[in-house]
């Protein structure tokens, strides 16, 4: 079975994370900015969904049609809508996506609302009431899609356009977008002065660190308000460390983890016996740790909150974080298993549109650790980003 995978604002990190949790039988088909399309995916969608935090919407591929006429998918929309249940409406909607043709996407797009009523009059003749839900530009969002039940329903159909063809899938299930929103605005300790690491990047990292939850301890030694560790007992994870060198940030993760299991609906896994917070240094956490951990998954201190950098300022508080990280990388590889995985968010600072990162290379290599891979992630409107790092622990 072909699958495809709609990407969030950041899709080199959301494909690293959807690679990192299928496997290595998923052989990659067609990608783009805003698509992946894997073969060979074994885990069942709805989990996957759930499991993701960077992918938007997963979907199965029905067929391939040459030229860019959308009206060619036609047949097979009808006949896969008609096999809708569960409700008496049918209710169905297109969305566009360039797999590297984007003037056919404009063409695709021009047919939606023809395509949509021919669809809509050949349906009728099934004797149910038939809505066709239209896109507002070239896709609809998932919002739309989970609350005009479209995955229950008709449909969403999703058309690919390539060079020569359009490829047609159709989704099978989207990011639960009111659990994620729940979870980063509706927990009760948000500390807006120290940072906030946005749950779907926290579940991205965990994600990227390659560990198996049921059967894998992880721990975050730069805790903070418990973002990680609370999605990592959403995962499952066997056993969750969190420390911070801050009392408050501590006592702000106790609260948010018990909040967490007080909301029935989020259905934490990891029984919350099992997750223990401690007042650390990380470059300490040898006295809070006797058994070594399978990954350490963390935000890092970015640095002070700016609207802009000068060049002496910020040589300065590299050299101060530079300092603080290599005590901490240190401490932290001696903590974790062989072959385990590291994988932190680093600054990287604004300046005149440019990003300077800072020099983490050798740090690394003088913790033990290799340097597996790197990816960026920044908002548009932030002055510091965030330099996603993955680290593997040196055998020898």
């Given at each position: 079975?072909?699958?495809?995978?709609?990407?969030?604002?950041?899709?080199?990190?959301?494909?690293?994370?959807?690679?990192?949790?299928?496997?290595?039988?998923?052989?990659?088909?067609?990608?783009?900015?805003?698509?992946?399309?894997?073969?060979?995916?074994?885990?069942?969608?709805?989990?996957?969904?759930?499991?993701?935090?960077?992918?938007?919407?997963?979907?199965?591929?029905?067929?391939?049609?040459?030229?860019?006429?959308?009206?060619?998918?036609?047949?097979?929309?009808?006949?896969?809508?008609?096999?809708?249940?569960?409700?008496?409406?049918?209710?169905?909607?297109?969305?566009?996506?360039?797999?590297?043709?984007?003037?056919?996407?404009?063409?695709?797009?021009?047919?939606?609302?023809?395509?949509?009523?021919?669809?809509?009059?050949?349906?009728?003749?099934?004797?149910?009431?038939?809505?066709?839900?239209?896109?507002?530009?070239?896709?609809?969002?998932?919002?739309?899609?989970?609350?005009?039940?479209?995955?229950?329903?008709?449909?969403?159909?999703?058309?690919?356009?390539?060079?020569?063809?359009?490829?047609?899938?159709?989704?099978?299930?989207?990011?639960?977008?009111?659990?994620w929103s729940d979870r980063d605005f509706g927990r009760p300790a948000r500390d807006s002065r120290s940072g906030m690491l946005p749950p779907k990047l926290a579940r991205m990292m965990i994600n990227l660190s390659g560990a198996n939850p049921s059967s894998s301890t992880i721990l975050d030694p730069f805790c903070g308000s418990g973002t990680i560790p609370m999605e990592a007992a959403l995962m499952g994870f066997t056993h969750i460390i969190g420390s911070d060198i801050s009392e408050k940030a501590i006592r702000d993760s106790r609260v948010n983890t018990s909040w967490l299991y007080e909301k029935k609906f989020l259905h934490p896994i990891t029984p919350k016996e099992e997750i223990e917070f401690h007042v650390s240094k990380a470059e300490e956490i040898q006295k809070i740790i006797t058994n070594p951990v399978d990954a350490i998954v963390a935000e890092?201190?970015?640095?002070?909150?700016?609207?802009?950098?000068?060049?002496?300022?910020?040589?300065?508080?590299?050299?101060?974080?530079?300092?603080?990280?290599?005590?901490?990388?240190?401490?932290?590889?001696?903590?974790?298993?062989?072959?385990?995985?590291?994988?932190?968010a680093f600054p990287a600072f604004v300046v005149n549109n440019e990003i300077i990162k800072l020099p983490l290379k050798k740090a690394i290599e003088e913790a033990g650790l290799t340097l597996e891979n790197a990816w960026m992630y920044r908002r548009p409107d932030q002055m510091t980003a965030r330099e996603i790092v993955r680290m593997k622990k040196r055998t020898s």
């Open positions: 079975m072909q699958t495809f995978f709609i990407l969030g604002s950041h899709p080199d990190l959301a494909k690293a994370e959807i690679l990192s949790v299928v496997g290595s039988d998923s052989k990659i088909l067609l990608e783009s900015s805003a698509v992946l399309i894997l073969d060979s995916v074994t885990v069942p969608l709805e989990d996957l969904q759930n499991r993701l935090g960077g992918t938007i919407k997963i979907g199965v591929i029905l067929d391939e049609y040459l030229g860019a006429d959308a009206r060619a998918c036609g047949n097979a929309i009808i006949e896969k809508a008609k096999e809708a249940t569960g409700k008496n409406k049918i209710t169905f909607g297109f969305s566009a996506y360039d797999l590297g043709n984007p003037k056919a996407v404009q063409r695709i797009m021009r047919t939606f609302k023809v395509l949509g009523s021919e669809i809509k009059q050949a349906l009728k003749e099934t004797e149910r009431p038939v809505r066709f839900v239209q896109a507002i530009g070239e896709a609809l969002t998932s919002v739309v899609v989970d609350t005009n039940g479209l995955c229950e329903s008709g449909g969403e159909f999703c058309m690919f356009a390539t060079e020569t063809s359009i490829i047609l899938g159709r989704t099978s299930t989207v990011q639960d977008f009111k659990a890092t201190y970015l640095g002070p909150p700016k609207h802009g950098w000068d060049r002496p300022a910020l040589e300065a508080l590299k050299a101060e974080l530079m300092k603080m990280y290599r005590d901490s990388l240190g401490a932290l590889s001696k903590k974790l298993k062989a072959n385990g995985t590291i994988v932190i």
